[in-house]
Nanobody
Framework: QVQLVESGGGLVQAGGSLRLSCAASVSIFSINVLGWYRQAPGKQREWVATIVRGGGTNYADSVKGRFTISRDNDKNTAYLQMNSLKLEDTAVYYC?????????????WGQGTQVTVSS
């Protein structure tokens, strides 16, 4: 089992910044894909960003150039740095981890952290 705990959400004005954290209960090296997703009220959960074991990253077009995903291997933690926040970034943000093999193979989700962007 892999447990993920998000933190760092909160209330921020449009144009501001937040950094979300996702602490994993296992070595981050064992995780093949780490991602951030979000779900706004009344909408489906959508993909935001991904970082793979080799370090490659990908972003949804809606956040490209504003958000940065990264990880700290020593702390077993992934981050989502969010800059130039917009009202439409308001959502619950979820961390996701996918491991392809071994005793912790599977698809895991954190409990989510609320991000609210105000005008």
């Amino acid at each position: 089992q892999v447990q993920l705990v998000e933190s760092g959400g909160g209330l921020v004005q449009a144009g501001g910044s937040l950094r979300l954290s996702c602490a994993a209960s296992v070595s981050i090296f064992s995780i093949n894909v780490l991602g951030w997703y979000r779900q706004a009220p009344g909408k489906q959960r959508e993909w935001v960003a991904t970082i793979v074991r080799g370090g490659g990253t990908n972003y949804a077009d809606s956040v490209k150039g504003r958000f940065t995903i990264s990880r700290d291997n020593d702390k077993n933690t992934a981050y989502l740095q969010m800059n130039s926040l917009k009202l439409e970034d308001t959502a619950v943000y979820y961390c996701n981890a996918i491991t392809f093999s071994g005793p912790t193979s599977g698809n895991y989700w954190g409990q989510g952290t609320q991000v609210t962007v105000s005008s």
